[in-house]
């Protein structure tokens, strides 16, 4: 069964939601950081959900935060802790364990910082109507999935629930949220796709696209990286083995209820439940992402938990 929506009775106090998580407060600094087993696409939540997909993000975004920390000396994410507070009641703790994150509470940049390592999505439509992605010029030639040169990235507004996000320039990020966390954004956002790009290439998975959030610690004005990370909803994963440059690729995301979706003419339309077949693919696709890139099933990833 998918948990469509988290029930906590009155253990905890809700402070905020989206459209897969559910935000509760812990303390002054922390929050109890909630995956749901809802799944959006085109900005709509479906009616139904993805079972485990809750467990899966939360898992996925853990194991990141541990190999980029390792990796990128200095990095500062919102991680703090797997376990579930003490004082839940059993059956809450029962519901939440393996889909919640202890996190450190931040102010959040409205930006969504988004790496494209390949071009693909509304970054492809973009340049072949214009040349330009997110108003910049583009090297000519380039082809349908191609590797940029070098990573780029592409910010967008982080809209709010219902609204749709839109591109801006690097210049119009600078005014979102001030140019000196502007370009330390950018720059942690280059250096974290480059990182779990490398990481994932190695496994057989191409990352070709991501998206990241960060949050400011106003105590020690350091750029945080929070939200979930790298993981099948924030990202385009491609199988390796099937690459080919030239044409769209098969993925390990939600690529195929966006198909379905749109072959279906609801694209964007509210209060779709997806049929079972639709579930079961999507699901099975983002458990073979966390196999190939945790090195673990998601049940022996469950199980580790304590
Ligand atoms: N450490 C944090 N402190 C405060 N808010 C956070 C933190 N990490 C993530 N968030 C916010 O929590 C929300 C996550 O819920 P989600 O359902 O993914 O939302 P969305 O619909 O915006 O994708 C996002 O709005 C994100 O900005
Ligand atoms: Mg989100």
């Given at each position: 069964m998918a948990l469509?929506?988290?029930?906590?009775?009155?253990?905890l106090e809700l402070v905020a939601s989206g459209k897969v998580r559910?935000?509760?407060?812990?303390?002054?600094?922390?929050?109890?950081?909630?995956?749901t087993d809802r799944i959006s696409a085109?900005?709509?939540?479906?009616?139904?959900?993805?079972?485990?997909?809750?467990?899966?993000?939360?898992?996925?975004?853990?194991?990141?935060?541990?190999?980029?920390?390792?990796?990128?000396?200095?990095?500062?994410?919102?991680?703090?802790?797997?376990?579930?507070?003490?004082?839940?009641?059993r059956d809450v703790a029962e519901q939440l364990k393996g889909r919640s994150m202890v996190v450190r509470k931040l102010k959040v940049f409205p930006l969504e910082a988004i790496v494209r390592g390949y071009i693909t999505g509304s970054a492809w439509s973009s340049y072949k109507k214009t040349g330009e992605v997110n108003g910049k010029k583009m090297p000519e030639g380039l082809q349908e999935s191609q590797e940029f040169p070098e990573p780029i990235y592409?910010?967008?507004?982080k809209a709010e629930l219902g609204a749709h996000d839109e591109n801006i320039t690097t210049e119009q990020a600078e005014k979102v949220v001030g140019e000196k966390y502007a370009k330390q954004i950018e720059q942690l956002s280059l250096q974290v796709y480059k990182t779990a790009r490398d990481y994932a290439r190695e496994k057989g998975i191409i990352i070709a696209d991501t998206k990241f959030e960060f949050g400011l610690d106003e105590e020690t004005d350091e750029v945080v990286l929070i939200d979930e990370v790298l993981t099948p909803d924030s990202s385009r994963f491609w199988p390796k083995a099937t690459y080919k440059v030239g044409q769209s690729q098969p993925s390990f995301d939600k690529q195929g209820l966006r198909d379905w979706l749109t072959e279906n003419g609801l694209k964007g339309k509210d209060g779709v439940a997806m049929p079972d077949d639709v579930i079961e693919a999507t699901r099975s696709k983002y458990l073979e992402a966390f196999k190939i890139l945790t090195g673990k099933s998601l049940q022996e990833s469950m199980q580790n938990l304590n």
């Open positions: 469509i929506k988290s029930n906590v009775g009155t253990s559910e935000l509760y407060a812990i303390d002054s600094k922390s929050l109890l950081f909630v995956a085109y900005d709509v939540i479906m009616e139904n959900g993805i079972p485990e997909k809750g467990v899966l993000l939360t898992l996925m975004t853990a194991h990141w935060f541990q190999y980029l920390q390792q990796q990128i000396p200095g990095l500062k994410t919102h991680f703090v802790s797997l376990s579930l507070p003490s004082s839940l009641p592409t910010p967008s507004t």
